[in-house]
């Protein structure tokens, strides 16, 4: 089933008024990491409890992450931010966020991959995309909305 904010029930929890499609990463390996032109790619892959493959949701992010660890803060461009996205590949999702207070955050084991983009680095009317292909589900992030509500 599509989905878009439109028509996703409140989940009446926090305070954002819809939960976002952001916590079926919870579990899931980071497989691949994309530089494209001006964007970043993040390929998942999401297992059953047997073990078999059910998808691989992709995580389009149109504002680069900040790549956040115990000694480091890197940001796009910064002196090892490439191999800091880079080195998550193969690493499982631990925890998500994704309220006004924390902005879009990905834990991994030992950093962490969080959006919270001022209102300079918006590169347009999206901040991030969330595909699962499988089931043909998707979610949006925008300025001004749900997580991002503080961006107008």
Same mark, same amino acid.
């Given at each position: 089933?599509?989905?878009?904010?439109?028509?996703?029930?409140?989940?009446?929890?926090?305070?954002?008024?819809?939960?976002?499609?952001?916590?079926?990463?919870?579990?899931?390996?980071?497989?691949?990491?994309?530089?494209?032109?001006?964007?970043?790619?993040?390929?998942?892959?999401?297992?059953?409890? &047997?073990?078999? !493959?059910?998808?691989? @949701?992709? #995580? $389009?992010? %149109?504002?680069? +992450?900040?790549?956040?660890?115990?000694?480091?803060?890197?940001?796009?461009?910064?002196?090892?931010?490439?191999?800091?996205?880079?080195?998550?590949?193969?690493?499982?999702?631990?925890?998500?966020?994704?309220?006004?207070?924390?902005?879009?955050?990905?834990?991994?084991? &030992?950093?962490? !991959?969080?959006?919270? @983009?001022? #209102? $300079?680095? %918006?590169?347009? +009317?999206?901040?991030?995309?969330?595909?699962?292909?499988?089931?043909?589900?998707?979610?949006?992030?925008?300025?001004?909305?749900?997580?991002?509500?503080?961006?107008?």
């Amino acid at each position: 089933m599509k989905w878009n904010r439109q028509d996703r029930p409140d989940s009446g929890s926090g305070p954002s008024p819809r939960q976002s499609l952001l916590h079926r990463l919870l579990g899931a390996k980071l497989i691949s990491v994309t530089f494209i032109h001006d964007f970043l790619e993040l390929t998942f892959e999401e297992t059953g409890e &047997d073990g078999h !493959l059910i998808d691989s @949701p992709r #995580l $389009d992010c %149109l504002v680069w +992450p900040k790549a956040v660890t115990a000694t480091h803060s890197l940001t796009f461009g910064a002196p090892g931010y490439r191999d800091a996205l880079c080195e998550c590949i193969g690493a499982t999702v631990t925890l998500v966020r994704d309220d006004p207070s924390s902005g879009m955050q990905l834990h991994f084991d &030992d950093r962490i !991959l969080e959006i919270r @983009p001022t #209102l $300079d680095e %918006l590169p347009g +009317p999206e901040i991030a995309l969330l595909h699962f292909f499988e089931t043909k589900e998707w979610d949006v992030w925008r300025p001004g909305e749900d997580t991002f509500v503080d961006l107008v």
